[in-house]
């Protein structure tokens, strides 16, 4: 069975099998995306009923689909994310009075196409890309607050290109690739690691 025709005929994936998904917009113009998710599908736990099956589903699969994406939600409290992570293809960041910051230097993207839906409040948004990742922007619209997009339109083939939509309105929202002092910082932690394996 292909892909194209899982995601068609929704048949459900059993556990241990590999899935895949087809992205439309892609498809609709002849040249259709194929992505794998990040791992074969986990079995579910034993004794649960269709209501608890289904959440889940749905906490396992987070950001594997546009109406469960991965949630990155800020109150008044500041949301970290770095180091070794895996990104899926569909990302959701709300910021409140609080703050977001997401470091993808480290993370694995599961998808050439990684769409990020934003809503910000007072706070600010910052999300550091690896050098080759790029973004577009044009479905995000801007009221009173600042915006930076310091981040390349075409990515380097191979690297996944960011899609970011939604609504900004009195916080800050920054993109932008890492500094000098940023990058010696990683090296450096690496190399601790790298040391403390020998």
Do not use: H
């Amino acid at each position: 069975m292909s892909g194209t025709e899982r995601v068609a005929d929704g048949i459900e994936p059993q556990a241990g099998e590999l899935t895949w998904r087809v992205y439309p917009d892609a498809a609709e113009q002849g040249s259709a995306v194929t992505t794998w998710t990040p791992a074969v599908v986990e079995p579910a736990p034993g004794g649960l009923e269709d209501d608890l099956y289904r959440t889940w589903r749905q906490a396992v699969s987070a950001g594997l689909s546009e109406d469960n994406p991965m949630v990155f939600q800020a109150g008044s409290e500041t949301v970290k994310r770095s180091g070794r992570w895996s990104v899926p293809p569909y990302l959701r960041l709300r910021g409140g009075s609080g703050s977001i910051k997401l470091d993808f230097r480290q993370a694995v993207p599961l998808s050439p196409v990684i769409v990020v839906e934003v809503k910000n409040g007072l706070g600010a948004i910052k999300m550091i890309l690896p050098r080759g990742w790029a973004v577009r922007s044009d479905g995000l619209s801007r009221s009173m607050g600042t915006c930076r997009i310091e981040v390349d339109d075409t990515p380097i083939p191979g690297l996944p290109l960011l899609i970011v939509r939604g609504k900004l309105s009195l916080g800050t929202f920054v993109m932008r690739y890492p500094t000098a002092r940023e990058d010696r910082k990683l090296a450096k932690q690496l190399a601790r690691e790298a040391e403390s394996l020998r």
